[in-house]
């Protein structure tokens, strides 16, 4: 027997007990007539002891042991003389009696600790070793406990696990494909999923009218900050819905999640918010509303003053920052430089400060004391409070207003990782309209329905009428984060082939990448509807961490490379040959 225990077992009621431990050395400290070990594993660290009194092969073998040797110790648990109140083992070490390296370890290029010295380039190409740190330990025990769960509460609601191919027919219709070579079809290719979604749109035609699958996702995106090209997603689906079955099922596993993974209760039900009035209120269609500070509507207020850049704008909101009154003219003017970004988009920004000394703004010329005053009050405003003015067109100013709430919420500390608050946001547009393209684009994806009171909207000639139809989906947002995703689906073949006509598909196209969803309908296809989930990204939420690299055990970098492996790679020419991938490469 390798060991008795582990390392992160053994308390002061196993005092006197002989056990036997295996794991890494984390430290040796030498202290001329004692040695003390931390021996590490996933459990803990446990100290041993090696004293005068210890075996004289014991002291050899301590003698020359380095950091990560694995090592089994045996001996009796004592009492510790100086106890460490910081591990659960600190009250207890072992009185090391017999020592023996079962394997050797060359020294690790960065230190294994809770914080470790290594650059995160470095720790991703050892990541085997990042991987023995408890904080990715613990990551990892999250995401294992989220998939538990998720696991027996959707299989109590009778929902069935049901794994779809992961080589499939390239369809692109947002992100881009992954593409596989086929060898024994030279010439063709294979794509693999972006999620499953037409699949378990076919189990539900087949009957299956409660599915799920903890599946990976593969999109070939340019990656964004904290993005990977393959992903996992809890996928569910259901037949025989609508939107307020999904939406009661799916608040239920949240419910769950949050009840057995970090014992936090939910009461009541989660808010929900349509699109429009998320965008109205919080300048977001994912709202962090775990702090208030609403965007304002002033443009009917602060017209007609003479300030040009108020009376040509379509839309002025304002956000009112409590407390931050004091910010300087340094601050303000670097915040003003913030929302000029091209991300936020912002032409410039206005403020008022409620001073002690009264209302001060950058738009004193224009507006009275009194006047600076209602505005004030329209936003709830006191003395210490600061108000933030942008100006422009209707959307893109709710959202720069939005990114800049997020940002003053950031800097106010107002974000704390260990405050939930979820809501579903719902009723998206259907479609959106690509000024460059031409052409409409699924926002959500070419499945979903359209609400039935817009069915006739849907049929129009007028792309204008069009572009107004909304969407019977539904977002799940946690925290200002989008982490599920879902609709009512389509399921009649007309309604379906309408949906490839206007997004501009000719029919032999829409037959040609879709045709076996079309033709499925027309065998008796249920209602259905579903949603999925961003595992990832949920395990990371419920950890409190920002990245999700760290609830993945092996991610791609921000380039989208495995850089342990080295990949992607070069394949040789046998293979590229084999796959007929050989371009002909003029020679000379
Ligand atoms: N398949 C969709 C997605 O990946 C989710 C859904 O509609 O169920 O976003």
Known sequence: MYRTHTCGELRLQHKEQQVTLAGWVQRVRN?????????????????????EDSPDTVKETANALGREFVVQAAGAVIERSNKNAKIPTGEIEIAVTGLKVLNAADTPPFTIEGESDGGEELRARFRYLDLRRPPLQNALQLRHRMAQEVRSYLDNQRFLEIETPFLIKSTPEGARDFVVPSRMNPGEFYALPQSPQTFKQLLMVAGYDRYFQIVRCFRDEDLRADRQPEFTQIDCEMAFVEREDILQAFEGLAKHLFRSVLGVEFAEAFPRMSYADALQRYGSDKPDIRFDMRLHDLTGRVKG???????????????????AAGYTRKQLDELAEWVKRPQIGAKGLVYIRLAEEGAKSSMDKFYTPGELQQIAAVLNARQGDLILILAGGRKKTQEALGSLRIEMANRLGLRKSDTFAPLWVYDFPLLEWDEETQRFYAMHHPFTSPKPEDLPKFYSTDKSEIAQVNANAYDFVLNGTEIGGGSIRIHDAGVQQRMFEVLGFSKEEAEYKFGFIIHAFRYGAPPHGGIAFGFDRWCALFGGQETIRDYIAFPKNNAGRDVMLDAPAKIDDIQLKELQLVTGKSEG
């Not at 660290?45 to 004293?51: C, F, P, S």
Request: glycine letters at 12%.
């Open 31 to 51: 202290l001329g007539g004692m040695t003390f070990i931390d021996l590490r594993d996933r459990y803990g660290v446990t100290q041993l002891a090696i004293t």
């Open 305 to 323: 003053k003479n300030f040009a850049v108020f009376d040509t704008a379509e839309y002025v909101g304002a956000i009112c920052v409590q407390g």
